[in-house]
């Protein structure tokens, strides 16, 4: 009975699914659809805030992980997920990246600095500080890391606007949702600091490392003062002169108020002893991003009971580089030990969270936490520096972070292992809405022809004949990127390739706040493709030409893309 | 000859500003060792001991207790846990102490004010810079770290012990007044430096420079007095008063008009000496010590007669301009005046081996020995305020020891042994006998990187399985500390057999 309901439920759901990639989409999401209510049973469960559960079932609702543990009764209202063979994490957290928030727009605006201009000739100028500026504000959904990071078991990030010394507030976001303001969980949490010099003559002030830091002390003693003084003024308004407002003071102040933590770059000793300082003298709540040479100096860290944010992207030596630049060996003790820093961490005591610290591949950060693994971490703490630890240091363990009743139904569900390189991610869960994960398709072949350049791709739907328009380009194994763009908008492509003659592509929309995929095969003969679309189970057939210049379709097409 | 551009203090602000462009979070390149322990009571028997402050003695001892000298003299028993250092045949001085160096900071200008006393040379050490290690393989024990020239009024400054191995924070010598940079001349008012295209900052003259020193301390005695003043209605019971906004730039300042922070100024001409000597008597403050001051000879009575010390070079002259009036024998004719004169080093090469520079003023107007040994001794110890700690041999001081194999003024002297706070930092012997194991270790960790990247391509074959959309993981650029340029060929110091012949390796910290 069951499972008659649900082919028939998904069969439905593929239908408008389809109708929504062609026809009018935004229509059909206030129907509803999506199901809320899910329970996975018979998965292996590593809740990280307790032991791991073998099969365990774990139920979610409304966005909520309302159940977990061994004897629970599934509600009748529940969509059952099989999980045997499957372990289920919580979904892993990105502490520290500019995921979801694409363009760093230009900081200027009222109060701020006097001449954005031209070079600051001091700190009243307020060189590049834009500490107003709000990643929870600036979120966007079309950034196509949201969905990139998410497919790799990323459901959470903490992210903060770039550029600067103060680029502005980080918040913690959930990586999906219908709107913008669906990711955000909370905000602001952390204002990062980032030593950032103007670049040298004629640049204007700061200058240097120490011109930086100068800087940055005598933002924390005006805030400080512009807090008092303007106390001090309300109580008594005709006694003395109006102090001045300043957007960047007023936005630290509020940040503050709100308990962010200030991120202080530290990647080697030096850095990091500098930064244990600086927290002193700042007197904020501070963390340190960077890390990686702790295996040095975590009992300091953990004297001061700091935080750290470790980047995950670990030094190597420069590809191509100078074969007659020799490295140090103070570089290259740095490059072999540089992954053991996390385990030195762990062992003084001292609470870390990983980042991907520009790694852009999701797997690539795993595999990199895994290679502290290696290097002496236990499995279940390089877990926790991906999940609950993050959520610590941030603020959020109260919502998210580990697998329990009543946090926020983020999760990842893998067929294995999460640090095992063969392990794959089946499905993601971020506020209790599933996202199944394919594997990218590969080419058994050599492509025979090239497939890349425009075409206009041709189909009928239940309501009539319509087109749109492919740019794709092709790796010479025959990996297909690129978008597809219809009358409602442009997809690109997450997997294609051709091989041989036979060519697939796959391109993603949103539908109902939950992506679908749409994939589109059959063979190319050189010329023209003929084949199907296909999503979740129905089909279509289409054909594809490459547009002429004086084709009017085409032209047509062009004009209706956005 | 040398080349201009190593005297050009500014020619480091270009490289250290690249530097930092490429990456502020750059990595330390060397390789700091944590010095043994030092034993708490060291006896050095047996050698030539020039004290500076009372003559020479002959087989000679000096006994050290928990860092500090406790008995020079003839003969001294060794007390019975006592570690003995045969001198024989060797030479003790005091350790040398460099008046002018920009080592061990991560960052030398902010070159991007005319007045940038809000920097503090104090927070950006680099306790790893190699030349720290160099230095104390030339015998030089404490230093004093300055701003770079580029502008009037430069950073806040500080003297250093070259603990080489201790972290930062164990460097600064405690109790040592900071100071502050100050520059005259061409380089403040950027000369040598303009940007086509880039508006000319000012000042552009020696004019500027004055008036550029004047409003800044103008400033800072408004500013003094706006927190005097708030502070007397404060205790007076006025509570309801906005207090001044503190400002970093100016509290230095406020420092040096108080007396609690030298100043040491960069300067070339005798115009712009006594120019800064007037400012400084208008607004009440003294200038500790003029650095370069290649034309002191022109003004010494008026450096005698105002107290201030002298900091030169030994012999470099009529590299730019302003050092077209440059002689050798500047710092004999300003002792001979009654001036308080060292010899600097003002780059890391030239810091090991002032003992030669000072050796030089013997040569050019024929300071005695003791004379040239005070230039890198005890004068820049009084010029920095330390001479109570540092700057001869006497006891109650600090053990801080350079131990030579020859007369220290001999071109053939080597280091053997560099102390600081009676612990060994350099030694000669163990030296040479490291640089095999960490050659080694070098060798070893590049051989694993090299197996490992082989590796990795071999799994990336066929490219085919790298997974779709997925990129190869990008590196770091690593950031290099520009190789500096040197303008000659240097003599190679003499080979120890066994070891690589290259000069790398031999040179002190070579392999590191």
Redesign the interface.
Known sequence: MRSKFIHRFALAVCFTALLAVFCAAPLLHSQGGEPQYFAIRGAKVFPVSGPPIENAIIVIARGLITAIGKDIAIPPEAWVVDGKGLTVYPGLVDSFTDVGIPVAPTASGEGGPRRSQEGARGPEDRPASTPWRSAADEVSLSDKRIETWRSGGFTTVVSAPKGGIFPGQAAVLDLAGERAGDLVVKSPVAIPVVFQTSGGFGGGFPSSIMGVLAYVHQVWLDMDWSIKAQATYEKNLRSSARPRYDRTEAALAEALEDHALVLIPANNSIQIRRAIELVDRWSVKGAIYGGQMAYEVAPEIAAKKLSVLVNLKWPEAEKDADPEDKPSLRMLRFRDRAPSSPAALAKAGVRFAFYSGGITAPKDALKAAKKSIDAGLAPDAALRALTLSAAEIFGVADRLGSLESGKIANLVVTDGDLFEEKTKIKMVFVDGHKFEVHEPEKPKDPPKGDISGKWKLSYTTPDGPEDSTADFAMDKDGTISGTVTSKRGTASVITGYLSVDKFSFTINILLEGSPADVTFSGTFDGTSLKGSISVQGFSLDFTGVKPTNNSTAAATVLRGAP | VKSPSRFFINAKN?R???L??LC??Y??????ATPPDAPSVILIQNATIFTVSHGTIEHGSILIKDGKIAEVGQTINAPKDAKVIDGAGQFVIPGIIDCHSHIAA????????SV?S????A??????DIDIYRDLAGGVTSANILHGSANSIG?QTLVIKLRWGL???KLPFEGALPGIKFALGENPKRSN?S?PG??RRYPSTRMGVEETIRGAFSEARDYKKAWEDYNKRFTAGEK????P?????LEPLVEVLEGKRYVHSHCYREDEILMLLRVAKEFGFKVRTFQHVLEGYKVADELAAAGVGASTFSDWWAYKVEAYDAIPYNAALMTRRGVVVSINSDDAEEATHLNQEAAKSMKFGGLSHDEALKMVTINPAMQLGIEKRVGTIDVGKDADLAIYNRDPLSAYAVVQKTMIDGRVYFDRQRDIAERSE?EK??KT??D??KKA?EKKSEDKK????V?????P??????V?KPEEKKPEEKPKPPQSSGTDSSAAAVRPGG??
């Open positions: 270009l250290f500003l690249s930092l462009n502020f979070l990595l330390p390149l060397a390789v700091a991560e960052s030398i200008n902010e070159g991007s004010v940038s809000i920097v503090n040379m927070e950006i050490l680099n306790p790893e950073g972290p930062a924070a430096f940007v880039q508006p309801s008063l906005i207090p906004r503190r400002d970093l730039r960490l270790e070098k960790l590049i694993k990187f990247a066929p490219d085919a399985t997974p779709i959309g997925q990129k993981a990008e590196k770091i650029p690593e290099k392999v590191l």
